[in-house]
């Protein structure tokens, strides 16, 4: 049917080099993906003879031995239990400091904006030792709050800022409306604001999920006890226990990006829409 | 206090100087109670967790201090004298150099050529979109992992390519050689669907009749995209570039499950020299002495990047 046709029209020589080059880096990104998914079916012998192909005999030990473990459970809990709290104190406090920002014209207003985006400027890491000084002496060291706190502190600048710029767009009139019949500010921003802010929220949810679920350093520094270790820590811990038997690290792998993956195919739009909306504002 | 906050004009009844002072009528609407109860919170744990550490960086750095009781040895610049004398911080200098160097210089144009070939729809031009942008959304440490087994010498998937020329594999992971240049790979696996994201975001938002107008004047495909859509984007460009640049100045996170900063310091960052150095040793005062070069290593490029390259935004 249709293969007939194509092979009569010449084809275009921009076409082909497309097609090409859009195939090469698919390749490029997609095999140490499916490496990994397909590794952890394999036992550590077959990996070392067959690392590209099928598995020849399918090991679904290594995947269900990882799922019923009380460990994987454990990192995983850990991790929405951090990530959870970062999100929501985030949402609370960037949410109320937009607020402010967007419709209370105070004295020295711009200037805090200034002095919150600052933030944007410099990565935790410069910081990090007195970080853990100030964490330790606040006796957080070892909980999850210890962990939670500087990442919404670090989230604050972004999130202000796409907030702010979304609650100005809330028509002036709306506002003024709800103040002649007697609606204070806080009620508006209550049942009106954040009601009609639900993407914008949504959006800076995600994007501060996401940093803190894949989050490394803060966690590395802040935490000692195992049981309380975020699935990055863990899966760290896990490969220097199993050093060189891949099929099992490869099995643990798949199984800890798994929900970033999920999670990213239910909020890819607002995690593009964040991205984008960040990128746009310089 | 409360009269400094000033009324909206628009508000007939809030024009009075005592209005926001008044607690009944109409005049009364909280914003004085969301002033003094919505900036609090965001601005106490920003101050608390962001701004006093970097200045009690600064601090710190004077003192050669474990990290115990409180700093007592003061020892003035010589935690900075030290770092500049270790070969092992400009190692990580150069490294951090390499990346920009390798951002810009591959992975941009990479994106670049991606968004302009996935911008307009077609059959799996979407899907492409998302596969080049998933390695963006798995974690560093993830990420980090998956290739050191790609690179391992025994079972890795370079292993078994080498192995099938009759040669024996290399462990680049663990040469001073090629540690760096198996990192460089991982950075722009991971990050180029990102910049694509944005350049892309940006091809979209773009007015198509001026690209038209010039195709009606005669330009080539390739002209228009020089003169025409390549100048349109950059502004885009510019803030990619700053991006990358930033980026690549914090890596920390990828490098830990690849090669640690070794063998030998060969693929330190600025990050993981202070993690290896600072940190894990807890010598406060001379980790923090490396945080505060790394931060005016920010700073200042940041500040100069926005006065030369992003005047117009």
């Known amino acids: ?282 | 206090m409360a009269r400094r906050i000033a009324n909206s004009p628009a508000i007939g009844v809030a024009e009075t100087p005592f209005s926001s002072l008044a607690v009944r009528g109409p005049a009364w609407d909280g914003r004085f109670t969301v002033l003094i109860l919505f900036l609090p919170p965001a601005l106490l744990l920003f101050t608390l967790f962001v701004v006093l550490p970097i200045g009690e960086a600064a601090w710190y750095s004077a003192f050669n201090w474990n990290g115990f009781g409180r700093p007592t040895n003061w020892i003035g610049f010589d935690n900075y004298r030290f770092v500049l004398e270790t070969r092992a911080f400009w190692l990580a200098l150069r490294n951090n150099g390499l990346i920009i160097a390798v951002s810009l210089a591959v992975q941009l144009p990479l994106a670049l050529t991606l968004a302009l070939m996935l911008a307009e729809r077609f059959r799996g031009s979407v899907a492409l979109r998302m596969l080049f942008f998933m390695p963006y959304i798995l974690a560093e440490i993830a990420t980090g992992l998956i290739f050191s087994f790609v690179y391992d010498g025994d079972y890795g998937l370079v292993a078994s390519i080498w192995r099938s020329f009759g040669a024996e594999p290399p462990h680049l992971l663990a040469s001073t050689d090629t540690s760096m240049l198996a990192v460089l790979i991982v950075i722009v696996w991971k990050y180029f669907g990102f910049h694509m994201m944005l350049f892309i975001a940006a091809l979209q938002s773009l007015d198509k009749s001026l690209i038209e107008a010039a195709r009606i004047d005669g330009a080539t495909r390739l002209q228009a995209l020089r003169h025409v859509v390549i100048p349109l984007l950059y502004p885009t460009i510019r803030l990619s570039v700053f991006f990358a640049i930033v980026g690549s100045l914090q890596l920390f996170d990828l490098v830990m499950p690849l090669t640690r900063g070794g063998p030998a310091d060969s693929s330190n960052t600025m990050v993981s020299f202070l993690y290896n150095n600072g940190i894990s040793r807890m010598r406060v005062g001379y980790g923090s002495a490396i945080g505060v070069i790394l931060f005016a290593i920010c700073v200042t490029f940041a500040f100069t990047y926005k006065r030369w390259f992003m005047r117009d935004e």
């Open chain 1, 1 to 282: 049917m249709s293969s007939a046709k194509i092979s009569r029209t010449p084809v275009d020589p921009a076409v082909l080099f497309k097609a090409v080059f859009l195939a090469i880096v698919a390749i490029f990104v997609l095999v140490p993906l499916l490496a990994t998914l397909l590794g952890g079916f394999k036992s550590l012998g077959e990996l070392r003879v067959n690392p590209f192909g099928l598995p020849r005999h399918w090991e679904w030990q290594n995947y269900s031995d990882i799922l019923f473990s009380a460990r994987y459970w454990q990192l995983l809990r850990n991790s929405l239990i951090i990530s959870s709290l970062a999100v929501v104190l985030t949402l609370i406090t960037a949410s109320m400091a937009a607020f402010t920002f967007a419709h209370v014209r105070f004295y020295g207003s711009s200037m805090l904006l200034s002095y919150l985006t600052l933030g944007l400027l410099f990565p935790a890491a410069t910081a990090v030792l007195p970080l853990f000084i100030k964490v330790r002496d606040l006796g957080l060291l070892d909980t999850y709050f210890g962990v939670a706190l500087p990442q919404v502190a670090f989230s604050l600048a972004m999130s202000v800022l796409l907030l702010r710029r979304f609650f100005k767009d809330i028509p002036y009139e709306l506002l003024e409306a709800a103040l002649v019949d007697g609606c204070s500010y806080i009620k508006f921003f209550r049942y009106v604001t954040l009601p009609l802010s639900r993407p914008i929220l949504a959006t800076v949810g995600t994007i501060t999920f996401v940093n803190s679920w894949n989050a490394y350093l803060l966690p590395l520094v802040m935490l000692n006890t195992d049981a309380l270790y975020p699935w990055p820590l863990g899966i760290m811990v896990y490969q220097g226990e199993y050093s060189s038997e891949w099929h099992l690290i490869l099995a643990f792998i798949t199984l800890t990006i798994l929900p970033t993956i999920i999670l990213f195919l239910l909020a890819q739009k607002h995690i593009v829409a964040g991205l984008t909306a960040g990128a746009v504002k310089g």
